[in-house]
């Protein structure tokens, strides 16, 4: 069965680092397109990175330069480095897999799995 596990959440000072994972099982990874999204208090969920199977990437303007999105394709393994983090990335985090190979987008829409989320929180 189709599996999408996130880790590595946490609290983190602000200007920390953190690392995201998101294990997939049951399918390969590398046959879909790849997004993280969060989700803050009160906020819709919203796209923060994607990857597709051929290594392009997007990011949302507010993470762009922080945040970096990779792919560990003999893992089965997609990462989120978070660096430079700020108060306003405080959020339930989630991957998410479209069964289309080159997708990458920010949208929930075109992203038929999803894993349970991980919080992140960032305080002083």
């Known amino acids: 069965q189709l599996q999408l596990v996130e880790s590595g959440g946490g609290l983190v000072q602000p200007g920390g680092s953190l690392r995201l994972s998101c294990a997939a099982s049951?399918?390969?990874?590398?046959?879909?397109?790849i997004g993280w999204f969060r989700q803050a208090p009160g906020k819709e969920r919203e796209g923060v990175s994607c990857i597709d199977s051929d290594g392009d990437t997007l990011y949302a303007d507010s993470v762009k330069g922080r945040f970096t999105i990779s792919r560990d394709n003999a893992k089965n393994v997609v990462y989120l480095r978070m660096n430079s983090v700020k108060p306003e990335d405080t959020a339930v985090y989630y991957c998410?897999?479209?069964?289309?190979?080159?997708?990458?987008?920010?949208?929930?829409?075109?992203?038929?799995?999803w894993g349970q989320g991980t919080q992140v929180a960032v305080s002083a």
């Open positions: 049951g399918f390969n990874l590398d046959d879909y397109g």
């Open positions: 998410a897999a479209a069964p289309v190979a080159g997708v990458c987008v920010l949208f929930r829409t075109v992203y038929d799995y």
